[in-house]
């Protein structure tokens, strides 16, 4: 969160509070875009804008058919390296990614559709590293520019990004999956058979796997692999590094009996 910073007095009133946006917004050349000077802007559209500012959630409103963006302090994390260069951007092309996902659905709004809400949401995006695995739940809702209802104007979103707590969880389903499996087996191929089953279907945590063993006279054994390994894509390691691993670990006869003793 922004910590407080002085108020410049001189400022237009709707940006005249604190944090780094309103700041931003103050000094912003807006005539550079589609809106004009701020001074020219409908009063409903000038609330809305002051609001979204003031507000500590995370908010963007984006105005006209061009979805020009105003956000907050709280959206500059959803945008990573896209901050600052967004502001008076263009939502199709900031969120270029995802537009095919959003697109529709907020111009249907724009036109005056009903308010829509979703909860753990899964959307990749691109923030700077990398395209990411991401998790929101949001509102979009119609905003007019008088304040009358239906009619050009823009959207507001207001969402809270979910991605640690539906990332953990998933994980955490996944940890309680292969000990319930393990728990179940009696014989330790079952073991190994039950634990494959359970990560071949990790694939939004797991890229590739491989299972390796050692018989009982210690040499390697080669069992299964799953994920992009099993296309080709790439491979999860060669089997003379295998071979050191497996002659420095107990086999997997080894742990069950100490496990069941």
Known sequence: MSSPTAVDGS???IFACSG????RCATFDWSSTPLGEPSTWPANMRAVVGMVLRSHFP???TWGDEFVMIYNDGYIPTLGSKHPSALGG???HEFAEIWDEIGPRQRAILAGGEAESDEDVRFVLERGSGLEETFYSFCWSHVSLDGQGPGPGGVL???????V???GSRRLALLNALAVGAAAAVEPDEAV???LLVLAEAGDDLVHGAYYGADAAGSLTRGPRFGTATQGASRCGDDETAQRVVET???TAELTEAQLE
């Open 249 to 251: 670990c107990w086999s």
């Open 193 to 195: 058979e039950r634990t």
């Open 11 to 13: 400022r237009d009133p």
């Open 165 to 167: 707590e539906v990332v």
């Open 20 to 23: 780094e946006m309103a700041e």
């Open 157 to 163: 979103t207001v969402l809270t990004e979910r991605t």
């Open 90 to 92: 263009n939502l199709s």
């Open 59 to 61: 908010m963007t409103v």
